[in-house]
């Protein structure tokens, strides 16, 4: 658990971790240079209860700090948790006993409940409605490149992945969202407890709101480059790679793949205003007039609401395959 500056919530994510049914766990809470009363309450924490371990440092960031808290654990399994949310007394035991009924199953996630308001928070609601609907580890890895499948604080994994694929680690993308990555590249399965083990809160200065890492631009950047990668991988190199979406937004974002030495020959898009022109050099054509599935793997890199949906829809009437024909990007 990495903290900086909690004392209004710790209090509260605490007593959910004190309150698991399985009692044979630890706390590694690392305090990311807490200038508030964080540091006192994990101290008090700690006096009375010998399971919780506080380590300190300068206000570093939080890749340091997970990184010194995932060396510091000695279990077998090594959960996450943020001093800001709250986990169900059986979360523990639940994600536990699934890693060790599947042993091919290297992370384990659950369902999470929004803990903010579904009217002024609506973007962020969707987005756990989006990851609870990932329940089976082939879902969360063919969808892995719209978004990270799983939430961050909600996951378990099995500490020797560390040893074997690395750890957290500092750059200018979200540090989680490149942790599944790597894993998945390397074939690291991913499973999901059905049930809602978490809330999952939305404070309004969440790094992910106020980090330029978190910036949907950082996030296509890393993203793109272990996209290119699955591309060249399972994609025949006789396939043209085309991308629906021709709007300037969408265009930009998955450029990166050209830097990558994957190259768009075209695109799909449903304004009229686009159909039948040039972007970029390239044609746009409408779904009406797809190129062959022999021919050509779509990439949908539309991220407005209902878009993902809508194309999946397409192409599936079409008598397209999601993962061998085309993949959901955005």
Known sequence: MPVRDAAGTLPVALESLRCQTLADWELVAVDDGSKDQTSNILASAAAADARMRVLSQAALGIVEALQRGCAAARGEFIARMDADDWMAAERLSRQAEFLERHPRIGVVSCLARHGGSQITQAGYAAHITWINSLLTPSKMALRRFVDAPVAHPSVMFRRDLLRCFGGYVSGEFPEDYELWLRWMEAGVQFGKVDADLLVWNDPVLRLSRTDRRYAMEALYRMKCGYLARWL???????????????????????????????????????????????????PVVSPDHLPSKQRAFILAGVSLRGAREYIAGQLNDRGWVEGPDYLLAA
């Open 232 to 282: 060249r991988r399972e994609v025949e190199p006789a396939r043209e790679i085309w991308l629906w979406g021709a709007g300037r937004i969408t265009r930009q974002r998955f450029g990166a793949l050209e830097a990558q030495g994957v190259s768009i020959s075209g695109f799909v898009d449903v304004d009229v205003k686009k159909v039948g022109r040039m972007r970029d050099g390239r």
